[in-house]
């Protein structure tokens, strides 16, 4: 499809979206098996899981779907990369040089030695013909997520029922002064019925949203921000098209954006009850897009100081990014109020100045990995000393990162420091702009494993209209290779132990694996394999 005409497909069925309901018993089921316009992806901590948003953006079904991948048998079936026999098992060797067997291309993927697939680089997945590979690049066929070619298990082994159009997704692990309850959390935005969806994760990886009693289908239980009787008392609704979401590190503060609207959300996720909708700031800038939360410094958790979270807001409509602070009230204290009311209030803004225009900001991200490394080294049995060294760790300014259109590129800031009393400001500066290709739309960090086995942070940005995502090293200032992808790459999720990387297509509707493991140059920033069938949609059919 040519990119203008889907540019219109995608303006047609959001505008679409926006004005319809869906009653969740019409119409078709979405099969939970499907990959189908991924919109979020999310790995859970312990590396077991892979949870996948689904969006039925164009109505082919009556909802959308969340799925649980099992990680573990992914990687059953993911080619993996080599540079000699000792990277494999005593079973597989490494596929290092041209033969009949693989085409006298080499895989560099470790490969059977015996058996009906001895010598084969995608093994019982066998090879994609090249028109696939236009598509979906990358060696290897699809790999079926229920019926895998290795006749194992299901990669998909939870599923539930989401409203239309979900937007994104992030996922919490219960905090240990939580009460107890499930070990995480889902939280998706979905624009089909103006609410946020949450989703308990258990210890097994199973997905619980009371689909019991509603026929696989999260529950109304479950779809927060529409019961302002309930959940608020300021009378307030959640403003149509919810669109980004972040969450503080112990998932008790979630902000979300409206897209069409310049309004942020503010839900309380307290882990002994349903999130429920707080307040709405506005007077923002219009058509707010991401969010990133700002880490919250070790000395005020170490020293119990009072601390305002904060989140970095992008606009599509002006050249800036937004703080907007977190006040509780007294919500989480003893001295709260009677009833707590809790709030976000906009505190300032930085100007991106690095770019001609500078409008039309998406993705943005926060590391903070210079400070954790400096935090992580305050190691002292004396609590004045330990205070100290925190102190001055608090002072280490943290990157910000933003995926900006106007023209492509990413645009890179840090914050500032002050003489408060965390020693940083929050609010960032921007000083350099790297050129990008057509469509920057999300940014992401990170670790890769370095050429030495250890992880090493990078700064990810997603392309969606060319096609590439661009690895940033922000320790050389370089961009370090393009990941080059199939049709309408948009969510992304980091699997740092394994080395690996998850790509959701969203305009063929699967799922990519691509290798970050810098120890296997042959293989690193390419495609392995493949998870679901890359379908196009009905208005190219």
């Known amino acids: 499809m040519p990119l203008g005409r889907f540019r219109r497909f995608l303006l047609a069925f959001w505008g679409f979206a926006l004005t319809q309901c869906f009653p969740p018993g019409d119409g078709v089921e979405p099969p939970a098996d499907q990959i189908y316009f991924p919109v979020g992806l999310s790995v859970d901590p312990d590396g077991k899981s892979l949870f996948v948003v689904n969006s039925d953006f164009d109505l082919q079904y009556n909802q959308g779907v969340l799925q649980r991948l099992d990680l573990a048998r992914v990687h059953d079936l993911v080619p993996r990369p080599c540079k000699s026999d000792t990277d494999c098992d005593d079973d597989h060797r490494c596929d290092v040089e041209p033969s009949r067997d693989n085409g006298e291309i080499p895989?560099?993927?470790?490969?059977?030695?015996?058996?009906?697939?001895?010598?084969?680089?995608?093994?019982?997945?066998?090879?994609?013909?090249?028109?696939?590979?236009?598509?979906a690049p990358g060696r290897c066929a699809q790999i079926h997520p229920s019926r895998p070619q290795d006749g194992g298990a299901s990669l998909v082994t939870s599923s539930v029922q989401i409203g239309a159009f979900a937007t994104d997704a992030i996922y919490r692990t219960r905090p240990a002064d939580a009460p107890d309850g499930a070990v995480?959390?889902?939280?998706?935005?979905?624009?089909?019925?103006?609410?946020?969806?949450?989703?308990d994760v258990d210890e097994d990886g199973n997905l619980e949203c009371g689909q019991g009693n509603a026929d696989g289908?999260?529950?109304?239980?479950?779809?927060?921000g529409d019961d302002p009787d309930e959940e608020n008392t300021r009378d307030q609704e959640l403003p149509t098209s919810p669109f980004g979401?972040?969450?503080s590190d112990d998932g008790r503060v979630v902000t979300v954006t409206h897209q069409t609207?310049?309004?942020?959300?503010?839900?309380?996720?307290?882990?002994?009850?349903?999130?429920?909708?707080?307040?709405?700031?506005?007077?923002?800038?219009?058509?707010?897009?991401?969010?990133?939360?700002?880490?919250?410094?070790?000395?005020?958790?170490?020293?119990?100081?009072?601390?305002?979270?904060?989140?970095?807001?992008?606009?599509?409509?002006?050249?800036?990014?937004?703080?907007?602070?977190?006040?509780?009230?007294?919500?989480?204290?003893?001295?709260?109020?009677?009833?707590?009311?809790p709030y976000l209030a906009d505190v300032g803004a930085a100007r991106i100045l690095t770019n001609s225009v500078g409008s039309d900001s998406r993705g943005i991200a926060v590391d903070s990995s210079q400070r954790d490394a400096a935090e992580a080294a305050c190691a002292s049995g004396d609590p004045e000393?330990?205070?100290?060294?925190?102190?001055?760790?608090?002072?280490?300014?943290?990157?910000?990162?933003?995926?900006?259109?106007?023209?492509?590129?990413?645009?890179?800031?840090?914050?500032?420091?002050?003489?408060?009393?965390?020693?940083?400001?929050?609010?960032?500066?921007?000083?350099?702009?790297?050129?990008?290709t057509a469509g920057p739309s999300r940014v992401f960090t990170g670790n890769v494993?370095?050429?030495?086995?250890?992880?090493?942070?990078?700064?990810?940005?997603?392309?969606?209209?060319?096609?590439?995502?661009?690895?940033?090293?922000?320790?050389?200032?370089?961009?370090?290779?393009?990941?080059?992808?199939?049709?309408?790459?948009?969510?992304?999720?980091?699997?740092?132990?394994?080395?690996?990387g998850y790509i959701g297509h969203f305009t063929d509707s699967y799922i990519g694996v691509v290798g970050l493991d810098q120890r296997f140059p042959r293989t690193y920033g390419t495609i392995l394999a493949t998870i679901g069938t890359p379908t196009a949609p009905r208005a190219t059919k």
């Open 107 to 135: 895989s560099y993927f470790c490969v059977d030695r015996s058996g009906p697939w001895a010598n084969r680089p995608c093994g019982a997945l066998g090879e994609a013909p090249a028109y696939q590979r236009i598509v």
């Open 184 to 199: 995480g959390r889902l939280l998706i935005p979905v624009r089909g019925d103006t609410t946020v969806h949450y989703v």
């Open 217 to 224: 289908r999260c529950d109304d239980r479950h779809r927060v």
């Open 245 to 247: 979401i972040a969450a």
């Open 261 to 341: 609207q310049g309004q942020v959300s503010l839900l309380i996720n307290d882990w002994d009850a349903p999130p429920r909708l707080e307040f709405v700031v506005g007077g923002l800038p219009s058509r707010p897009m991401e969010l990133a939360a700002v880490p919250v410094p070790a000395a005020v958790v170490e020293s119990q100081l009072s601390y305002q979270p904060g989140f970095l807001v992008t606009f599509r409509n002006s050249a800036e990014v937004r703080l907007l602070r977190f006040f509780d009230d007294g919500l989480f204290t003893d001295a709260q109020s009677v009833p707590a009311r």
């Open 385 to 436: 000393l330990l205070s100290n060294c925190l102190n001055a760790a608090s002072a280490i300014p943290l990157n910000v990162f933003v995926a900006n259109r106007t023209p492509p590129s990413l645009v890179v800031g840090r914050t500032r420091p002050t003489s408060g009393i965390t020693s940083n400001s929050d609010i960032p500066t921007f000083y350099r702009s790297l050129p990008l």
């Open 449 to 500: 494993i370095n050429a030495d086995g250890e992880p090493e942070m990078r700064v990810f940005v997603v392309c969606f209209d060319s096609r590439l995502i661009f690895i940033y090293d922000p320790q050389s200032d370089r961009i370090e290779t393009e990941i080059f992808t199939g049709r309408g790459p948009h969510p992304l999720a980091l699997d740092s132990e394994r080395g690996v």
